[in-house]
């Protein structure tokens, strides 16, 4: 019985599917023969230019490639907003009074209406697309097999990554899209209002970015940049809206040496973005933040009568949520473009009038609407205020007690800890002495916030990193360290705990890298000599051994003092790492730098003068090879 | 059996449904009178589980109707809309309510058709609205469920149609016990197919009851007198009209035709006759007491 039952209900729900799909007919007809103008005609353009018989394809000349391309984009953009008419059309008895008393008779449940009515629409909507990206492979796997590929040219290589992400990219985009407009559908009255909301909805979630992305570069101070970058904008931003998805798809056409990037995920400074590897968490967020927006439709179509048809189903909170939402965006998206105050009141009041006319149908409420709109505003101005109070007093200008801390880093250009000015020194103090040292530095460095004048190193770049006790972490940065500070900073480097760090990074580099170890001499970072065919030579294990506990020795005796003037000293010497051979070096330039003998490692510029590395011989060795490291290393 | 209990339904401040307690049991056909706007059209819409109720329940054999797949099977409803179903073909919309009810029976279907004669294959935007409202009692019919809920059900049909679809309705009730609630301004309509009615005014249920006790319970006397005699005379809860034509007088009065005699014999009447009263009059008169009659709507 209970299974008759069941039986009866699901076949009702995917009959009901149907019947909404064979409505929806025509539009899924359109989505095919425009989705079979984009991907398979640009690919059949792409073929051509893998061709090495040219001749063949001399009429898809430039000019051509590019209506085929222009094409493809326009019908992609169509393809993408039939999804916002197939969703209307398909909960068309949520606007249309003729359709409501018809599909709310039926014998089904509300949920099975909205899930049917969903699916019925979505697939109505993908099929079609889906087909033509089938088209599409075969027609790429047939059209490799039959032309004659150019020498240098791998279409597979080449097309594959491309199709994936433009297949599961342009599917997500397009299911994003269409449960967008099914959700704003849930709340409105009429198809207008749809459009208007559902235009508003695709936008909001950018602007938003946008809106987070300023305040915190605005008034941020301090707040890691990176980790605005990558937490708002490539990765919430990629999935939480049909732009930010299509924004993620130029980002993996437009760097394609991402995506063909099988093996390891290209380095994060190369292109920060994504390799295919990556494609398939994203694709799942997608698909969770779609799963997110369409309980969130189900929640507003269970709470919808059948006697609210036609009728926005707008409460005011939700009203007033969304307005304040919208207005915000709206203004600090023109405050990011740098407009002036009154275009944007005309701007975000023109925009709230014309969404609360909308609304009320008609422009009888027109002074209310203005009146709501200060109201709107009022509390867009307070809640910007208090955000940016808020996050001044308990983000930016906090400084965590000593106590929580279990342990502080310090990181920046080695110019205050290490001082040489080439790459990043970081360092870990888990002294209390020492951690307190750096919450005052921190401290410090707030209390000059916006003097600039008392920067004294501007475009350097210090930062702190607490890890609390609990494991929470807390991490800083800031472009410039004022006087005091960058003192402080100094003194920081000959610390006990920071001597014992650069001694066992040393030690480790030392004795454990298998990588070529070259020496760079010179009274200046300008003068550097080396015969690079001597260094294999001069590398023994002995050699290093004794170099090492020259250096420690230097290091343990070291102040802070004897680093002052130490550039004035006569050797300067630099212990570079490379990854490989010489040869290597002398094209890339070296990996990492290890550690700089100033003058002031008395000790160790001894032992290098004891080896014959800084006598005159080798000094006077000036090698076609070296000024080639030079010039890289200058450039 | 269908029951509502103290339902309540409003739409924003209006309240369509006021506290309404109705009962239709099994088999019946079933009337709903009313003014416009008297909650007849919401009724049904509940009934079908189209609206929830706001107040009170709504019932089929003691289950719930709204949002209950298997009850909203057990019921079709005839909307006095048919413009929907414009695009359809009868055979389309046969194909489309044949996919949620699994009883349909294409036996009754093809025999409805056949005795009506409409062309199947044709979209219903051609045909007349007589003919559309003949198609969709056709589908519904051949659904078979146990209750059919029809607004304003002859509205548009021609005489003969009329006669054809109340037998369809009769054979239904009679070979399978089908529920029938009709809502309708025709009362003469009412009259010739349901056994029990209910007057709805204001969203209230002024009275529900068989027919031939609503008939039996109201009566139209002439009666004249010796001497004059004026409404106030007469003046109790059971006159609902008055009228007076030279010595002749017409009373409207509630009751058994033996409570009515009773009452006027102490004025010593010498004419007393009893005039049968349509189903329409006693609709009139009643609407009448509630102050809707047209000389009240008129001075409004």
New interface residues.
């Given amino acids: 019985m209970t299974q008759t039952v069941s039986k009866r209900s699901s076949s009702a729900a995917v009959h009901y599917g149907f019947t909404l799909a064979k409505r929806n007919m025509k539009y899924s007809i359109l989505v095919l023969c425009m989705s079979l103008l984009g991907l398979p005609l640009s690919l059949i353009a792409a073929l051509a230019e893998c061709s090495s018989n040219s001749n063949d394809y001399s009429y898809l000349s430039e000019y051509v490639d590019e209506i085929y391309q222009l094409t493809a984009l326009i019908s992609a953009v169509i393809v993408i907003f039939l999804g916002a008419y197939i969703a209307i059309n398909s909960f068309a008895h949520l606007y249309d009074k003729r359709f409501s008393d018809m599909e709310y008779s039926l014998p089904m449940t509300t949920e099975k209406r909205y899930i049917s009515g969903y699916l019925s629409g979505l697939a109505v909507y993908i099929l079609p697309y889906i087909l033509s990206q089938i088209v599409s492979v075969i027609l790429m796997i047939v059209g490799i097999n039959t032309i004659d590929v150019k020498r240098d040219a791998d279409p597979f290589a080449e097309y594959i990554p491309y199709c994936k992400a433009m297949i599961v990219g342009g599917l997500i985009v397009m299911v994003m899209f269409y449960t967008l407009f099914v959700l704003t559908m849930c709340f409105c009255g009429t198809k207008f209002e749809s459009g208007i909301y559902g235009a508003a909805a695709n936008l909001f979630m950018p602007m938003l970015f946008v809106c987070i992305y300023q305040i915190m570069d605005k008034y941020g101070y301090g707040l890691v940049y990176d980790v605005i970058e990558d937490t708002f904008l490539n990765r919430l931003f990629s999935f939480t809206s049909p732009i930010g998805v299509l924004y993620k798809l130029y980002v993996l056409v437009m760097y394609p040496q991402t995506i063909i990037y099988v093996g390891e995920p290209p380095a994060k400074e190369q292109y920060p973005f994504f390799s295919i590897n990556s494609m398939d968490g994203w694709a799942l967020e997608c698909l969770l933040f779609i799963g997110l927006l369409f309980v969130c439709g189900l929640l507003l179509y269970r709470r919808r009568k059948a006697e609210q048809t036609g009728e926005s189903f707008i409460s005011k909170p939700i009203f007033y949520v969304a307005m304040f939402s919208i207005m915000a965006a709206v203004w600090l998206f023109m405050d990011y473009m740098r407009t002036g105050t009154a275009p944007k009141i005309i701007v975000t009041m023109a925009v709230f009038v014309i969404i609360d006319c909308v609304i009320n149908k008609g422009i009888k409420k027109l002074l209310p609407a203005f009146v709501k709109y200060a109201a709107v505003m009022a509390g867009v101005a307070a809640v910007y205020f208090v955000s940016v109070k808020a996050m001044d007093s308990f983000v930016v200008n906090s400084v965590p007690e000593v106590s929580e801390i279990a342990y502080a880093e310090v990181m920046g250009y080695d110019h205050y800890l290490v001082g040489n000015g080439e790459y990043v020194g970081e360092y870990h103090f888990e002294d209390e002495d020492n951690i307190r040292r750096i919450t005052e530095l921190h401290a410090e460095q707030l209390s000059f916030h916006d003097d600039y004048a008392a920067a004294v190193l501007p475009a350097e770049w210090f930062g702190i990193k607490y890890t609390y006790k609990n494991g929470r972490t807390m991490e800083r940065q800031y472009s410039e360290p004022y006087s005091s500070v960058y003192e402080e900073l100094t003194r920081l480097e000959y610390t006990d705990e920071v001597k014992k760090q650069k001694i066992e990074a040393l030690t480790n580099t030392l004795n454990n890298y298998d990588y070529t170890l070259v020496i760079f001499c010179g009274a200046t970072e300008e003068n550097i000599r080396l015969e690079p065919e001597n260094n294999k030579d001069i590398f023994t294990d002995e050699f290093t051994a004794g170099l090492l506990d020259c250096l420690t020795e230097d290091i343990l005796a070291m102040t802070s003092e004897d680093c002052e003037g130490y550039e004035e000293d006569s050797y300067y010497v630099n212990i570079y790492a490379n990854y490989s051979e010489i040869d290597s070096l002398i094209e890339n330039g070296p990996a990492y730098m290890c550690y700089t003998i100033t003058g002031n490692h008395k000790k160790a510029i001894g032992y290098l003068d004891s080896q014959g590395i800084l006598s005159e011989d080798i000094m006077a060795g000036v090698s076609e090879a070296a000024n080639d490291i030079a010039e890289t290393m200058n450039s | 059996m269908i029951e509502l209990k103290n339902t309540v339904k409003k739409?924003g401040d209006f309240t369509a449904l006021d506290d309404v307690t109705l009962t239709i049991p099994e088999g019946t056909a079933f009337g709903l009178l009313g003014s416009n706007g008297a909650g007849k059209s919401t009724l049904l819409?509940l009934l079908?589980?189209?609206?929830?109720p706001d107040g009170g329940t709504v019932e089929l054999d003691g289950i719930a109707v709204y949002?209950?797949?298997?009850q909203?099977?057990r019921?079709f409803?005839v909307?006095d809309?048919t413009?929907?179903?414009g695009s359809f073909t009868l055979k389309g919309l046969k194909d489309?309510y044949k996919?949620?009810?699994?009883n349909f029976s294409e036996e009754i279907y093809k025999k409805l058709v056949e005795t009506v004669k409409l062309p199947e294959n044709k979209k219903l935007d051609t045909f007349s609205k007589g003919m559309k409202r003949q198609a969709v009692v056709i589908v519904g019919l051949s659904c078979c469920t146990e209750y059919l809920l029809l607004d304003e059900a002859f509205d548009g049909l021609d005489p003969t149609m009329r006669i054809i679809v109340k037998h369809m309705l009769v054979d239904a009730m009679l070979d399978r016990k089908l529920t029938v609630v009709i809502s309708s301004h025709n009362l003469k309509e009412i009259n010739e197919v349901c056994d029990t009615a209910a007057l709805m005014h204001q969203g209230k249920i002024i009275f529900s009851r068989e027919l031939d006790s609503v008939k039996g319970d109201i009566h139209k006397i002439q009666v004249s007198f010796p001497e004059e005699h004026t409404r106030e005379e007469f003046q109790c809860e059971e006159l609902l009209h008055f009228e007076r034509s030279g010595s002749i007088y017409y009373m409207i009065m509630r009751g058994s035709e033996e409570d009515i005699k009773k009452k006027i014999e102490p004025f010593s009447p010498v004419l007393f006759d009893v005039i049968p009263l349509t189903l329409e009059e006693i609709f009139i008169y009643e609407m009448e007491v509630l102050g809707y009659d047209a000389n009240g709507i008129e001075k409004e």
């Fill in positions: 739409f819409r079908t589980g189209i609206y929830s949002n209950n797949e298997e909203k099977r019921v409803f909307n809309e413009v929907q179903f489309y996919g949620f009810y699994p």
